[in-house]
Structures are given as structure tokens and as C-alpha cells.
């Protein structure tokens, strides 16, 4: 390919900081949980800068942003590119972003050597991708891709009890939300820049991840109940301490994830609420909730069957009731080789030195591949560091994956 991209990199820069400056915590803290001040803002932002670029920016009902620039044959599916703009409490300012920002810088790249595609280019940016509102990951492409019909999503309560109806309204977004799903076909292809989350691309000294699957999440709530009282004057025989209980489900998780033998199962307990919460009380009821994932799906599920088992041991043993809900349990996404191949086409044409890998993390793409062929492009963050304020990439990596990117995009819609 002919083309030269000239990126703006302190453009791309600056506009990720000031990104970052909307947020529900003190900088460099980013927060931004799905229909929040700071979130509503966040999207004006970046819309102002898609309409600035000369896209055409509509939204569907629960807030899916989808930025168009115009192809020489508007009939024919466009070729999309996007990623989220909503931030884990206490996270950092590319997860996320930069493939949002970076997809624009993109876009505006290819405008300014006066390329035509010949497919619309689509930047995308998905509604909650992060799971903090209702404890669900991916909210919008998991809509977007039908995979949560809208009885089930309207179904969905946060911690304060409230739902996505009485949200999406409170934050301007009517309409059907039978019209969030979108048909295979919609989108030609899609691929999603991203940071890495992990250490391997900076500990090997390599520019780009292009991923070749994506490891399947689930997520299941454990809800314990036992018995409170008096922390002194209660004593130990006989007790029903419900956080008790919930110690050993931690530990239980983490045997059976490690028993697995294999480097990609993974098995979390990232929240334990415990009620009432007072040191002179013995804990009546904990609810925990679980992440467990795996490229292999089966392997994750056996997973999933041992801490169900511990739940049953535990709950006899100790005398306490325990009852489980799987909040979700996705399959893996396998990316398309077409797309992996034009983008390792584009990274030789850019100099840049890259590896197939797979991805732990899930993503918009994971859901997006049940309608469209999509692939990843990674780039370092610095010490594999991610879901943290000091998450960290720099901005030589961000130029090499917004070059790789732009070149990919040239060729998808060409
Ligand atoms: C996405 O944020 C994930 O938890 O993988
Ligand atoms: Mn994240
Ligand atoms: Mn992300």
C-alpha cells in the first residue's frame, strides 16, 4: 500500500488526558461507571471530537455510539472500529480509550492522505463494557450481538436497585431496546485496539499483539446465609458464620482453578460484601461474586462444577444455606484469519515486529464475533499492569497499534 500515515500522536495524547480528566474520582484516578455525570460527559466529549472529524454520530437506546465516515459505496456493510469509554472504579486511562481515541486518530489519519474508502468506516463505542453497574460485562455489544434479549437486560438491577430502564431515561436514551440488536451482516468486519493487559509484549519487546482468540468469562454469584449475633458473648461451637463459609469458597476457587494445570484457567473472587459489616458482629450473610475464565470453555465449566460441589459441602458442613446464580458463562470468540492476516500485512508495512496471542481479558469483540468476523490488535501497557490508575502505555506503543490500525482499516474498506 501506497499510504504514508502521518499520525497525530500529541494530539491523540492530549485528547486521551483530558479523557481521563472526566472521571468520578481525583486524577490520575479514573472512574467512569455506566450512566454516571462523569460517563455522560465523557461521551459528549468524545462525540464532539467524531463530529469534529466530519463523522455522522447516531446512538442507539441504551447508548451505543456508532461514528460513521462515508464510504464511496454507502450500501455496502461498513468496515468498524471502536472499543469502550467506561472505566472500572480506580482504573487507569487506556483500557478502553485507546481503541476508541486511537480508531478516531485512525479515521482522521486516512482523511488526511486523502484516502477513499470504499466501505464506510465505522468508529464504535460500546455501552459498558465494564461489568460495575449491574455486574455484567459488555452490556452494550451483548445487546448489540442479541445475546441479551431485552427482558433479560431490563431484569438487571444495580447495587441501589435500579434498573436499565429507569437509568437509560434518567440519562436521555429512549427507544425500543428491541432495536439494539443488530443482524451478522451489519458490520463487514470489525477489529478492536487495545492494550494488552498483560506483561508479554513489553517483556518480549514486541509492538503488537494480533489476537487470535478470546478466552470465554463467566461469572456466578454466591449468596451465604448463616447466623449473626453477639461477637464476644456468641461462642465458637455452633456457629453459622456466613464469612467463614465464604473463606473457604475462596480458597475452594482458587484449588480448582490451579488444579487445571493449564496457564489460561483462571478463577477470581473480586467482591465479598459482608452484612452487617460491624467487627463485634459475627457475619450473617456474604455475598460473594466470581470470575472464572479459560480459552477452553469445557475446561472453565469443570470449574465452575467444583465450586458448585464446595458450595453444597460447605453449606452441610457448616450449617449455613448457600445459593448460586450464573450472572453469565460466554463462550471463547476464535478472530477471523482474513482480518489477522491484513493486519500483519499492515505490520510489516509499518517496520513493526508482532506475535499471534491470545487475549484473557474479555472484550466488546468477544460479542461483536457472533455477528461480524473480528479480530484484536494489542499494544504494551507498561508491567502488564491494567484495572489500575498507573496502568500505563506509552505513547510510541499507542502510535505503532493507531499505524497498524489505520493501515488494516485502509485495507478492510478498500
Ligand atoms: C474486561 O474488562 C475484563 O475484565 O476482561
Ligand atoms: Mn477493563
Ligand atoms: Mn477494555
Known amino acids: 500500500m501506497e499510504l504514508r500515515p502521518k499520525l497525530s500522536i500529541d494530539r491523540l495524547i492530549s485528547e486521551l488526558n483530558a479523557l481521563a480528566q472526566i472521571s468520578e474520582a481525583d486524577p490520575p484516578v479514573v472512574t467512569r461507571v455506566l450512566f454516571s455525570e462523569a460517563d455522560l460527559r465523557a461521551r459528549a466529549y468524545v462525540k464532539g471530537l467524531c463530529r469534529e472529524a466530519k463523522l455522522e454520530v447516531h446512538e442507539d437506546p441504551i447508548g451505543n455510539i456508532f461514528a460513521r465516515w462515508q464510504g464511496t459505496e454507502p450500501g455496502l456493510a461498513p468496515v468498524a472500529t ?18 476508541v481515541l486511537g480508531g ?41 450481538a442479541g445475546a441479551l434479549p431485552p427482558e433479560h437486560a431490563i431484569a438487571l438491577r ?35 485496539l487495545h492494550i494488552e493487559q498483560g506483561p508479554l509484549l513489553e517483556q518480549e519487546g514486541i509492538d503488537l499483539g494480533l489476537v487470535t482468540h478470546i478466552a470465554a468469562p463467566a461469572s456466578m454469584r454466591i449468596l451465604i446465609e448463616g447466623e449473626g449475633g453477639h461477637a464476644g458473648g456468641r461462642l465458637m461451637p455452633g456457629r453459622r458464620d456466613a464469612l467463614a463459609a465464604a473463606a473457604v469458597l475462596v480458597l475452594a476457587l482458587e484449588a480448582a ?11 477470581t473472587v473480586g467482591v465479598c460484601e459482608v452484612f452487617p459489616g460491624a467487627v463485634n458482629s459475627i457475619p450473617s450473610r456474604v455475598r460473594l461474586e466470581t470470575d472464572i475464565r479459560d480459552i477452553d470453555a469445557s475446561r472453565r465449566d469443570a470449574v465452575i462444577e467444583k465450586l458448585k460441589t464446595a458450595c453444597e459441602e460447605v453449606a452441610q458442613r457448616r450449617g449455613v444455606s448457600i445459593k448460586t446464580e450464573m450472572v453469565n458463562a460466554d463462550p471463547p470468540a476464535t478472530c477471523d484469519p482474513a482480518i489477522l492476516d491484513a493486519m500483519e500485512q499492515a505490520a510489516e508495512a509499518a517496520g513493526k515486529t508482532y506475535k ?21 490488535l494489542f499494544i504494551p501497557c507498561r508491567g502488564g499492569v491494567s484495572h489500575r490508575p498507573d496502568e500505563y502505555a506509552s505513547p510510541e506503543w499507542i502510535g505503532s497499534g493507531v499505524h497498524v490500525l489505520s493501515r488494516t482499516l485502509a485495507t478492510l474498506s478498500s
Open 257 to 267: 482453578a490451579k488444579f487445571t494445570g493449564a496457564i489460561d484457567t483462571v478463577g
Open 82 to 99: 471502536g472499543s469502550h469509554i467506561d472505566a472500572i472504579p480506580n482504573a487507569g486511562l487506556y483500557d478502553g480509550c485507546v481503541g
Open 104 to 144: 478516531l486518530e485512525a479515521i482522521r489519519v486516512l482523511q488526511q492522505l486523502a484516502f477513499k474508502p470504499r466501505r464506510s468506516i465505522e468508529l464504535v463505542i460500546f455501552t459498558a463494557e465494564e461489568p460495575t453497574r449491574f455486574g455484567i460485562g459488555c452490556l452494550g455489544s451483548r445487546m448489540m
Open 356 to 376: 499471534r496471542m491470545v487475549s484473557r481479558a474479555y472484550h466488546d469483540s468477544l460479542f461483536m464475533a457472533r455477528i461480524a468476523p473480528i479480530a484484536m
Open 158 to 192: 444495580d447495587t441501589e436497585d435500579r434498573g436499565l430502564e429507569e437509568l437509560r431515561s434518567n440519562a436521555g436514551f429512549r427507544g425500543s431496546l428491541e432495536s439494539v440488536a443488530l443482524a451478522r451482516g451489519r458490520f463487514h468486519q470489525f477489529v478492536e
